[in-house]
C-alpha cells in the first residue's frame, strides 16, 4: 500500500493516498510538525514537532513511544535490550540544533549549524563530519537536504552545493585507532539556484531548486520552483532536463517552504509547498507520444507507438489522427500510403477510408495502396475504384488491371464496363489491350488473342506459349507473320508438331513473299524437311531473294535440276545457269558462258581448276588466244596446271600482251619455285629414308624372347622341348613367327636367304629375315 503522510504548520498529521484523498488523520501537537519519517514497510511511523515532542507508533498496532523534550534536543539512539526495555544512547550533543536526520541500514546521517556527520550502529561510531559550505547563508532559511541514495550512499544540498559521499570499508592495514569506515566525496559542484530538496533517479540526481531573479529595477523577486534532472559529474554535472513548477503562492516562498520527496521502487517524486503537492513520475513512452501529438508530430508519434507495442487501440488513434491531419492539409497521396501501416488488417476502418476519399473525390489517391494480399476488402470496393479510373483515366485503369490480382473483383462486370466504353471509341488501344488482359485472366485466350493480334501487341506471342493456343492460331499466320515476321516463323518452325509445315504452306498460299520467309528458314534448319516444297522455291529465290538462289542450288539435292536451269535461263540468271550445267556435265557450255557473257578469264580459270578437265584447259585457251587480257590472265595463273609453254607457242608472233614481261617474270618465278619445292623435297625424302632404315636396323637386331609359351608355326608344339639338357635348334623370324628347324621347308632360290612362309604367303616381301637358336 503506498500513501503520503504529510504534517502541518497546526500540528496535525494527515495520511493520503496517491490520488491525495485523505485516508486518516492524526492529532499530534497545537505547534508545527518538523518532520515526519516512516520505516520500510510502511508499518510505523516517527513524528517530531515544535514543541519538543517525538512520537513513533504503528499504524496498523498500538505498539509506541512518546516522549516530551523541553530543551534542546540531543540526538539519541534508542533501542529495545533482551528485557524489551528501552536503552537510550546519545550520538550528538552541544552544536545546537539538529535540523535534519535521515537513517538507512546501519549508517545514520544528520545535520546542525556545522555540517553533517554520519554514525555507524553497527561499530557504534561516528565515521565522518562534512562540514558546511557556505556559512553565510542562515541554516534555518536554507536548511540542509539529505537522501540515502543506496545503503552507502549519501547525497547532501545545502544552500547551492551538492555533494555525494560514499561510505567505503577501511583496509586492515589502516584500522589502528580508526573507524572501520570511511567516506569519499566522489562528486561535489556549485549550482546556480538554492536547493530544497534532493531525490536519487539511477544514476543521476532530481533536484527541486528556489529560485530568486532580479528584476528590471535590479530587485530580487522569488521565482517559480524548478524541478531539474542532473547528471553528476566528478567536478560538476550536466543539466539533463527542467521543469518550472507553478504552485500557489510561490512569490511569497521561501527556499525553506519546500521539500522533495520521493517513493523508491516506483519512481515517484513529491513535491510539496505551503499550499500544493506535486506529484511528478519519469515520463513513459505514452508521455513521448503524447508531447509528439501536441506538437503535431505525428510520424514520430507513431513510430514510437509502434516500438512501445503496447496498445493498438492508441496506435490506430494515432494513426487516423495523423491520416485526418494529411488529410485536412490536402496531402492526399501522403495519407493514403500512411493507411498502410496503420490500419493494417483493420477492414472495417479501410472500408471506411476508401468512402472517405471517394466523399473528397480522391479515390485513385488510395486505390494503389489497397489490401491485395490474403487479407483483402469486398470485391465492390475494388469495382468502385476501377469504375472511378474507367471515366476519366484510362492509363490509371490499365495499370490497376495489371497490379491487381483478377480474385480482388468480378471479372464479367469489368468487363461489360470496358465493353460499354470501347462502344463510344473502339479504336482505344489502351482499353482494347485491357479488355485482351480480362480476357486472358477470364481463360477467354482465343478472345484475347485476337485483340493483341489486332493490336499488333508485343504479348502477342507469349499468350501463344503460355496457354498453348496453337490450334487457335492455325488460320492466324498471315496476320501474325504481318506482325513480325521473324518471331512468327520462328514460333511456327518451333513447333511444328502443332502446326505442321502443310497447314503453314496452305495458309500462305496466296502470300508468296511471306511463304518464301518461312521454306527458307525451314531449309536453313533441316535441307530435307521441306523436300517436296524444293522446286516451288526456286522461283519464290529466283523473285524475292536471288543472292539465296545460288546458296539453295548448292545445298538442296532435291530441287529438279531441269527446271531451275529453266527458270535461271529466262531470268538470265549467269552465275545460276553456269551451276547448273556444270552440276548436269555441261561443263563446256558452262565455260562458254562464263567466257562470254560474264567476260571474266579469272571466273573461268577458277572454273577449270575447280574442274581439272584437259579439254576444258583446251576450250579456255583457244577461246582466250585473240584476246590479249585473256592471255594476260592465263599466263598469271595457269602455271601450275597447265605448261605455260603450250600457251606461249600459240601466241601470234606480233601480238601486243598487257604486262607480258611481268607474266613471263611470275611464270619463271614460280617455275624456280616449284624446281626448289622439289628439291626440298627430295631432301627429306632421303633423310626421312636414312632415319627409317636405320630405325629398322636398330629394331631388328634386338634379342627375341622365347620361352615354353611359345609354339611352332608349323606343327603347333612348343618351341622349347621338355628337356633343356638335350640339343635343339629354332628359327625365329622378325615378324616374330617361329618354327623348330626341322619343320621348315627347304630354303628359297636365294642362297643363304630364308623367308617366313607365313609372311610369304601374305606378300609381305623381305623383312622375314631368319634368327636362328641353336643349342
Request: one cysteine or more.
Amino acid at each position: 500500500l503506498t500513501f503520503l503522510a504529510l504534517g502541518t504548520h497546526f500540528g496535525k498529521v494527515f495520511l493520503l493516498d496517491i490520488q491525495g484523498n485523505l485516508t486518516q488523520k492524526f492529532e499530534i501537537s497545537p505547534v508545527k510538525i518538523n518532520q515526519i519519517s516512516l520505516d520500510e514497510s510502511g508499518e510505523h511511523m516517527g513524528i517530531c514537532s515544535e514543541d519538543g515532542k517525538v512520537q513513533v507508533f504503528g499504524l496498523y498496532t498500538r505498539e509506541g513511544f512518546h516522549e516530551n523534550f523541553d530543551c534542546p534536543v540531543k540526538l539519541l539512539l534508542y533501542e529495545k535490550n533482551w528485557l524489551n526495555r528501552w536503552k537510550t544512547s546519545t550520538l550528538h550533543e552541544g552544536e545546537g540544533t539538529i535540523t535534519n536526520v535521515q537513517w538507512r541500514a546501519n549508517l545514520i546521517a544528520w545535520a546542525n549549524n556545522m555540517g553533517v556527520k554520519i554514525y555507524d550502529i553497527s561499530t557504534k561510531q561516528r565515521i565522518t563530519n562534512v562540514l558546511r559550505d557556505n556559512v553565510s547563508l542562515r541554516p534555518d532559511m536554507y536548511p540542509c537536504s539529505l537522501c540515502w541514495k543506496d545503503n552507502s550512499t549519501l547525497i547532501i544540498g545545502w544552500g547551492s552545493s551538492i555533494k555525494i559521499c560514499v561510505v567505503k570499508e577501511r583496509g586492515h592495514t589502516e584500522l589502528r585507532d580508526l573507524p572501520s569506515r570511511y567516506v569519499e566525496i566522489v562528486s561535489a559542484f556549485e549550482t546556480e539556484f538554492f536547493i530544497s530538496g534532493l531525490a536519487p533517479l539511477a544514476d543521476q540526481l532530481v533536484t527541486l531548486y528556489f529560485v530568486k531573479e532580479n528584476s528590471d529595477h535590479m530587485e530580487e523577486f522569488r521565482a517559480r520552483p524548478c524541478l531539474d534532472i542532473i547528471q553528476p559529474l566528478p567536478e560538476g554535472y550536466e543539466e539533463i532536463s527542467s521543469d518550472a513548477l507553478t504552485v500557489r503562492n510561490f512569490q511569497e516562498n521561501e527556499c525553506r517552504d519546500y521539500r522533495l520527496e520521493h517513493s523508491e521502487g516506483e519512481s515517484l517524486y513529491y513535491i510539496i509547498s505551503p499550499k500544493d503537492i506535486v506529484v511528478a513520475k519519469e515520463r513513459d513512452q505514452d508521455d513521448h507520444i503524447d508531447w509528439l501529438l501536441d506538437k503535431k508530430k505525428y510520424e514520430e508519434a507513431l513510430m514510437a507507438a509502434e516500438i512501445s507495442f503496447k496498445n493498438i487501440k492508441r496506435h490506430e488513434k494515432i494513426g487516423m489522427a495523423y491520416i485526418n491531419h494529411l488529410v485536412e492539409k490536402g496531402d492526399y497521396d501522403t495519407a493514403s500510403r500512411k493507411c498502410q501501416k496503420v490500419l493494417g488488417k483493420n477492414m472495417e476502418l479501410w472500408e471506411n477510408e476508401v468512402y472517405r476519399f471517394k466523399t473528397i473525390g480522391q479515390l485513385k489517391a488510395i486505390s494503389q495502396y489497397l489490401p491485395r494480399g490474403d487479407l483483402r476488402l469486398r470485391p465492390a470496393i475494388y469495382e468502385m475504384i476501377l469504375h472511378e479510373f474507367l471515366k476519366s483515366d484510362y492509363e490509371g485503369f490499365a495499370t490497376l488491371i495489371r497490379e491487381w490480382p483478377g480474385e480482388l473483383y468480378n471479372n464479367m462486370t469489368i468487363v461489360q464496363a470496358v465493353t460499354d466504353h470501347l462502344k463510344k471509341d473502339p479504336m482505344n488501344s489502351t482499353l482494347l489491350t485491357t479488355l485482351a488482359e480480362l480476357y486472358t485472366y477470364d481463360q477467354r485466350y482465343d478472345r484475347a488473342l485476337e485483340i493483341y493480334l489486332r493490336l499488333r501487341h508485343k504479348d502477342v506471342y507469349q499468350l501463344i506459349h503460355k496457354h498453348d493456343l496453337f490450334s487457335s492460331i492455325e488460320d492466324k499466320i498471315v496476320l501474325l507473320m504481318d506482325f513480325d515476321k521473324e518471331k512468327a516463323v520462328d514460333m511456327l518452325l518451333d513447333n511444328e508438331d502443332k502446326i505442321l509445315i502443310d497447314r503453314v504452306v496452305e495458309e500462305l498460299r496466296d502470300r508468296p513473299e511471306l511463304l518464301h520467309i518461312y521454306l527458307h528458314k525451314l531449309f536453313k534448319r533441316d535441307h530435307h524437311k521441306g523436300q517436296r516444297y524444293h522446286e516451288r522455291q526456286i522461283g519464290l529465290y529466283a523473285e524475292y531473294d536471288r543472292p539465296n538462289l545460288l546458296p539453295f542450288l548448292r545445298d538442296s539435292i532435291h530441287c529438279p535440276l531441269e527446271k531451275a536451269l529453266e527458270i535461271c535461263q529466262e531470268r538470265n540468271f549467269v552465275e545460276e545457269t553456269v551451276f547448273l550445267l556444270s552440276r548436269m556435265g555441261n561443263c563446256r557450255r558452262a565455260l562458254q558462258m562464263i567466257m562470254e557473257e560474264l567476260e571474266d578469264v579469272d571466273k573461268a580459270i577458277e572454273f577449270a581448276k575447280e574442274q581439272d578437265d584437259a579439254e576444258l584447259w583446251e576450250d579456255l585457251i583457244s577461246y582466250s588466244i585473240d584476246k590479249p587480257p585473256f592471255i594476260t590472265g592465263l599466263l598469271n595463273n595457269i602455271g601450275t596446271h597447265v605448261d605455260p609453254i603450250l600457251l606461249i607457242h600459240r601466241i601470234k608472233e606480233g601480238m601486243e600482251i598487257p604486262n607480258l614481261r611481268d607474266s613471263l617474270v611470275k611464270i619463271l618465278q614460280d617455275y624456280n619455285l616449284q624446281i626448289l619445292l622439289r628439291e626440298g623435297c627430295k631432301k627429306i625424302l632421303v633423310a626421312d629414308s636414312l632415319s627409317l632404315l636405320q630405325k629398322m636396323h636398330r629394331t631388328q637386331m634386338r634379342g627375341v624372347r622365347v620361352d615354353e609359351e611359345n609354339i611352332c608355326e608349323s606343327c603347333h608344339a612348343s618351341i622349347l622341348p621338355s628337356d633343356m639338357a638335350q640339343n635343339f635348334s629354332v628359327v625365329v623370324f622378325y615378324c616374330r613367327h617361329m618354327f623348330h628347324k626341322e619343320c621348315l621347308p627347304s630354303p628359297g632360290t636365294i642362297p643363304g636367304v630364308q623367308f617366313c612362309n607365313i609372311c610369304s604367303a601374305k606378300r609381305r616381301g623381305p623383312g622375314s629375315g631368319i634368327l636362328e637358336m641353336k643349342k
